[in-house]
């Protein structure tokens, strides 16, 4: 027989949650993984931290997909921007990283 109180359903339902938490960390993780390696990239090439082009090309996907699953754009742009904001505050570390070792080498 299952349990179908309210205090087994909050069970069940928290436990939900908490492995959807543990797979967004896991997600994000992986993602600044890939921006490092954007910020890596663009550092040694010497591109700029931040692309506004690709930002808003994101951010309108970003929406788009939302919507679609009935989620409010507005949250879901905001959580992209949040996400912007750090992985172009990890490339202009890295670009600093990279000019700061670049000017050692040069002036040895």
Avoid: Y
């Amino acid at each position: 027989m299952t349990d179908t109180s309210p205090q087994a359903q909050l069970q069940q339902l928290r436990a939900s949650i908490d492995n959807i938490d543990a797979a967004l960390i896991h997600m994000l993780a992986e993602r600044f993984r890939c921006t490092k390696a954007v910020g890596v990239l663009k550092a040694t090439h010497g591109l700029p931290p931040a692309d506004p082009n690709r930002e808003a090309t994101q951010i309108a996907r970003l929406r788009r997909l939302a919507d679609d699953a009935h989620l409010d754009p507005d949250f879901a742009e905001k959580f992209l921007n949040f996400i912007i904001r750090e992985v172009i505050r990890h490339h202009e570390m890295l670009a600093a990283e990279h000019n700061g070792s670049s000017d050692r080498t040069t002036s040895a």
